[in-house]
């Protein structure tokens, strides 16, 4: 399969006139779908043409800043 999907959501909170807090999601590979990347291509082999390497699975990371 050579489908992957990255998403990212972001949200501010309003702490006053001045003052905000910001919240943001990332998501790398989103639905956590195997992603082929490495193909064996050594001819006269038992494996030749099957996948050997795939991408890595999902990661989320999150980031909370204080605006002042």
């Given amino acids: ?3 992957s999907l990255n998403a990212s959501a972001g949200r501010v909170f ?5 003052r ?3 919240l943001q999601l990332r998501a790398n590979n989103a639905l956590n779908t195997v992603v082929i990347n ?3 291509t050594q001819l006269n082999t038992n494996t030749f043409a099957l996948p050997t390497g795939v ?8 980031m909370l800043r204080l605006r002042f």
């Fill in 1 to 3: 399969m050579l489908f």
């Fill in 38 to 40: 490495r193909w064996n």
């Fill in 55 to 62: 991408a890595p699975m999902r990661s989320v990371t999150s």
């Fill in 20 to 22: 905000s807090l910001d």
């Fill in 14 to 18: 309003r702490l006053g006139e001045r």
